[in-house]
């Protein structure tokens, strides 16, 4: 079984694994604060825009997208792109 906890997902970005990209996605702090409210669990005030900035801290991303302005589909065609890969989208 494969480790994706966060501090083996770091240990192989550091060691600059070539098989492991790593995509940023961020969201405006005015709408993390929005989803977090409607949350059903209970969760500190400013628990979420604490984490998006604690979850990207020190690591280098082969991509970024922001979820706040952009579609799904166009999140996913922006990581297309940046990551320059020969992929057919379905229709």
Do not use: K
């Not at 940023?24 to 604060?33: D, Q, T």
Request: with cysteine; hydrophobic share 45%; proline share 5%.
């Amino acid at each position: 079984m494969r480790d994706y906890s966060s501090a083996s997902i770091r240990l192989r970005v550091e060691a600059g694994n070539p098989s492991l990209w790593l995509v940023a996605v961020r969201c405006a702090v005015g709408m993390l604060n929005e989803l977090e409210v409607r949350r059903p669990e209970a969760r500190p005030a400013g628990w979420a825009a604490t984490q998006a900035v604690d979850i990207h801290d020190g690591l280098r991303f082969a991509a970024e997208v922001d979820t706040s302005t952009r579609s799904p589909d166009a999140c996913a065609d922006d990581v297309i792109a940046q990551l320059d890969l020969d992929v057919a989208r379905p229709s």
